[in-house]
Nanobody, 125 residues
Framework: QVQLVESGGGMVLAGDSLTLSCAAS????????VAWFREAPGKERELVVA????????FFGDSMKGRVTISRDNARNTVYLQMNKLKPEDTAVYYC??????????????????WGQGTQVTVST
C-alpha cells in the first residue's frame, strides 16, 4: 500500500515558477514508477510528466513539455515537479501518481495503482 500526499500548490502569477512535492508512504515506494497529472475544470485528466523507478528517462506529456522537470528522492520517498514560465492555462489540480508498470505512454491510458488527493495550482495574469 502506498499513500501519496501532494503539497506546494497555490496561486501564482503568469511567468512564475512553482515546485510541487509529493510525499509517499510505503516500504516499496522506490520500486514504483511515478508521475504528475493535472485536471483543469471541464477537461480530462492529462499526463504532465512521468519518471521511472530509478529516476531516469522522463516521459513528457504534450501540455507542459519544456517547462517542467520531474525528480525523485527515494531516500526521502518524495517526488518533485518543478514548473517554470507558468501560464493561466496551467491552472488545474495537480495529482501525484505511482504505478508498478512503466508510465511511458498516454494511449492507451497508463495503469495507475495509487493517486494522491491533488493540489490546486492557480495561475493569474
Amino acid at each position: 500500500q502506498v499513500q501519496l500526499v501532494e503539497s506546494g500548490g497555490g496561486m501564482v502569477l503568469a511567468g512564475d515558477s512553482l515546485t510541487l512535492s509529493c510525499a509517499a508512504s510505503g516500504r516499496a515506494f522506490s520500486s514504483y514508477h511515478v508521475a504528475w497529472f493535472r485536471e483543469a475544470p471541464g477537461k480530462e485528466r492529462e499526463l504532465v510528466v512521468a519518471l521511472n523507478w530509478s529516476g531516469s528517462s522522463p516521459f513528457f506529456g504534450d501540455s507542459m513539455k519544456g517547462r517542467v522537470t520531474i525528480s525523485r528522492d527515494n531516500a526521502r520517498n518524495t517526488v518533485y515537479l518543478q514548473m517554470n514560465k507558468l501560464k493561466p492555462e496551467d491552472t488545474a489540480v495537480y495529482y501525484c501518481a505511482a504505478a508498478k508498470a512503466p508510465i511511458d505512454r498516454t494511449d492507451p491510458w497508463p495503469i495507475i495503482d495509487y493517486w494522491g488527493q491533488g493540489t490546486q495550482v492557480t495561475v493569474s495574469t
